[in-house]
């Protein structure tokens, strides 16, 4: 089985770890591998001790691995660091006279990156197109998509920055094929396909995008602000209003207001921004205002960890507002299902006029991965409001109006010629407010139950991976998907996944029958709650037998979920 191998670069912020990582990534894309890479990085400027990594395969990959093939350390500091994640017959790559190391040690192989980049660029500043060039070296890439990668990476920069750099990376390309004299990192190489490279923060960007959405409004957050940098970036070709708002409350009331003026209209932000908007959820509950809003987790309470990853938020979301109405919360579990789950959401929501969210984390929002392009077809954007023409037409119009189905026709203020009434109140179906008993009994099933029903008929399917003949299923969701996919092929016949891309409403009629009659059901989670195990035993009566957590800021790899359920099995 082609497992690949797995690359970190490990040094202090401010390094450019991150620059050489992407630069890496592109690399190995142009030689016609499969990548799949995530950075660990503190929340801090410089200092620290930060790693990018990155495995390469020559078969599509989707998660990590617990130890490093190569490990390049751009401080002292990593090289103790990082040596106990060494894979057998992996090394670590240095530079022994800049660190002061003395001594023989197989494990460490030496490059001058300091001599190297001063003799060409005459400055420390090409170290890192030296390290691309090096680990290029080491995995004996095609020299042509090292140049192409580097002349893409300076793009921007003038003619002789380009040319310092592309020779900087040929010098540690070449001092590293001919001082490491065997194969045993060789990756293997294709035609470079037409796959995208980019991370899941990006896919839910382009999908906003694709689903039409012409305001967003956000106060930063990590690790949700890039979503708000790349809608920035296209705002001024696709015509959208980007605003960055003074706080968490004032973003999610604009994308209120913006939606109730026909904008769909989204909001991002992490669990802590998300609770200062819970009073606009139940806002655009109430006033059945459609909007979108992305809850990219990191752990909590309070600051927690910034730059890190959990799921801990699932609970919260599903009780999320005050009161009762119906919502739906998506979770992707891959960059593509960030993609069409996102313009999903936007359709959804305005179907239904309802708040919907879109539950990633920090591992899914930085995790890069070559995948293939989108299928706009899948993709398709639904509008579910009166026409422009026929708003002309219409008299008499109820905001409000008591439909079988809960779903009011929905119009846009400035088209139509009759006032629109809206309040946070209760109100008729004019929009007046009212006490009236009868009037709010019909509200309430009006934006709950009925509302509800139509949601459960819509449910995206949990994603199967031998369910039915495996005897142990393991059941995650969001960005646990690509560990669950790995761990489960590499375990065996007896073994499957069910993975969630949609835990509210939840999908307990697609899952009872799969689950029923399982020798054993395994939850993997990033939390220390077993959340999910708690929402299926709540939703289905189905008891998990045991649930694999994990809630150290950092995301399952594949070594450790194989490890920790064969312990469990062996119990």
């Known amino acids: 089985m082609d497992e690949g191998i797995t690359i970190k670069i490990a040094g202090q912020a401010g390094q450019g770890i991150q620059t050489i ?3 890496l990534c592109n690399i190995f894309k142009r030689n016609g591998s499969h990548i799949f890479a995530n950075q660990d990085y503190m929340s801090r400027i410089r200092g620290g001790n930060n790693f990018f990594q990155l495995r390469v395969c020559g078969k599509p990959t989707h998660t990590l691995r617990q130890k490093s093939d190569i490990t390049v350390a751009l401080d002292k500091q990593s090289v103790q660091l990082h040596r106990n994640d060494v894979a057998s017959g992996g090394i670590i790559v240095f530079d022994k006279a800049k660190f002061n190391l003395s001594g023989e040690d197989k494990v460490l192989f030496n490059i001058p990156f300091y001599d190297l980049a001063n003799s060409i660029g005459g400055s420390d500043l090409f170290i890192n197109a030296v390290c691309c060039g090096a680990v290029a070296g080491l995995a004996q890439v095609n020299p042509d998509c090292l140049e192409r990668a580097i002349r893409d990476l300076f793009a921007d920069k003038d003619e002789e920055i380009i040319s310092k750099n592309i020779k900087a990376a040929q010098a540690g390309y070449n ?3 001919d001082n490491f004299r065997n194969d045993k990192f060789k990756v293997g190489s294709a035609p470079a396909g037409k796959n995208l490279l980019m991370n899941g923060n990006d896919a839910i960007a382009l999908g906003a995008i694709r689903a039409g959405c012409k305001f967003y409004s956000a106060y930063p957050m990590s690790p949700s602000t890039s979503i708000m940098n790349v809608i920035a970036k296209y705002a001024k070709r696709f015509n959208i209003l980007v605003e960055q708002a003074e706080d968490e409350i004032a973003a999610i009331n604009m994308v209120i207001g913006a939606s109730f003026a026909g904008a769909r209209s989204m909001t991002a932000t992490s669990g802590g921004g998300l609770a200062l908007m819970v009073e606009g959820l139940s806002l655009a509950a109430m006033t059945e205002t459609p909007i979108v809003a992305v809850d990219a987790q990191r752990p909590a309470p309070a600051t927690g960890f910034p730059t890190r990853t959990e799921q801990a938020d699932l609970n919260f979301l599903i009780h999320a507002g005050h009161g009762e109405f119906a919502k739906a919360i998506y979770a992707p579990g891959t960059i593509q299902e960030a993609f ?11 179907k ?3 708040p919907v969210l879109i539950m990633t984390d920090q591992h899914l929002a930085d995790s890069l991965q070559d995948i293939e392009g989108f299928d706009l077809n899948k993709a398709g954007v639904q509008r579910f409001i009166i026409s422009k023409e026929d708003s002309q037409k219409a008299s008499g119009y109820k905001r409000y109006q008591l439909t079988d189905s809960g779903i009011s026709p929905r119009a846009i203020p400035s088209w139509i010629e009759d006032v629109i ?3 946070s109140d209760e109100h008729n179906e004019e929009g007046h407010i009212t006490e009236d008993a009868d009037t709010r009994i019909q509200m309430v099933k009006k934006r709950f139950f009925k509302k509800m029903a139509g949601l459960r008929q819509e449910i995206e399917k949990p994603t199967l991976y031998n369910a039915q003949k495996a005897q142990t299923l393991l059941l995650g969701f969001g960005s646990t998907y690509g560990v669950l996919k790995e761990a489960s092929e590499a375990l065996g ?4 996944f069910v993975h969630l891309s949609q ?13 029923k009659n399982k020798k054993k059901i395994l939850t993997v989670e990033n939390n220390a709650g077993g959340q999910l195990a708690g929402l299926l035993m709540r939703e289905t009566g189905i008891k998990a037998d045991n649930s694999i957590l994990r809630y150290d800021g950092r995301p399952f790899n594949l070594d450790q979920l194989i490890e920790q359920i064969k312990e469990i099995q062996n119990q």
């Open 21 to 23: 990582g992407t630069a």
């Open 175 to 177: 001092f590293a094929k």
């Open 493 to 496: 016949k007896d073994f499957g």
């Open 421 to 423: 009434y809206a309040d």
């Open 352 to 354: 239904y006029q309802i």
């Open 503 to 515: 835990v509210w409403p939840f999908p307990g009629l697609e899952l009872s029958p799969l689950l």
């Open 340 to 350: 069409y789950l996102t313009v999903k959401a936007f359709n959804t929501a305005e």
